[in-house]
């Protein structure tokens, strides 16, 4: 398994984005498809934002510009309803590219999901958004992309299986209809959100703790019912997760360390 945040900085981070991209076109396109012209203005608006914020990074910093917003675009336009106000986008799209990366020096030097960060900023800015809900081709289309980024070591096994595990038994899910209606809806965020390799733990132990935390932090934003998590859920326990990942990475390595001085003295 390669290193997520040495892959994503420097000269990998292109190659990173371009398999994230790779990944996201399948559900991209459904989305495309199921929302027609609306929703090809989503993603429009949502490239020419991020690209242009990469743009003027790479100009203010002198280096090379590199479109890793990309994925963050694409990300973005699979939530969003087609009817968002396109200002709106706008606003919140600056303040995630900006605050959830760029500040911290780009793409593999944060620790927070770019998009993670701006479909929080949309909701709490505007309450009555509703982000769209998954559907059963949405959810088939990412099987491929999971695919592709599970074998390229862009988001890591223990990750989804600690957080399906924790978020099945906090639902009470034991019917195999209960459990398709969780999967088709968490299947999208779990992949490009949850597990965006930017914002997970890096270590092996860190990684299902933090799938652990994310799948507990979703169904406490779903008021502690046993139902399919709203969307919305989803996005806040990435987010929150996501500020934790670095010290569960960090008492992981403490404890390893504490268990080599007591049996090395």
Known sequence: MMAWAHVLRGRGAGGAVMVQALALMPPLAVTLWLGGGPAVLVLGVALAVVLGWDLVFALVRQRPFVPLGVTTAAIVALFVPP????????????????????????????????????????????????????????????????????????????????????????????????????????????????????????????????????GYLTWVFSGFGTQPPPLEALVFAALLASLFAPMLDHLVVSAHLWRRRQRHG
Do not use: K
């Not at 396109?86 to 500040?103: D, F, N, P």
């Not at 390229?152 to 099945?168: H, K, Q, T």
């Open 83 to 214: 009817d968002m106000p396109i200002w709106h986008l706008v606003v919140a799209l600056t303040l995630g590219t900006v605050i959830g990366e760029w500040v911290f020096g780009g793409r593999g030097f944060g620790f927070l999901s770019p998009a993670a960060v701006t479909l929080a900023f949309a909701l709490v800015s505007l309450p009555d958004l509703s982000l769209v809900v998954p559907g059963p081709a949405l959810a088939l289309a990412c099987l491929p992309g999971a695919a592709l980024l599970l074998v390229m070591g862009l988001i890591s096994l223990p990750v989804v299986l600690a957080f399906s595990a924790v978020l099945a038994l906090a639902l009470q899910v034991t019917t195999l209809a209960g459990g398709t209606a969780v999967l088709i809806i968490c299947a999208a965020p779990l992949i490009f959100v949850i597990c965006e390799p930017t914002a997970a733990a890096v270590t092996n132990a860190g990684r299902i703790l933090y799938g652990a935390l994310a």
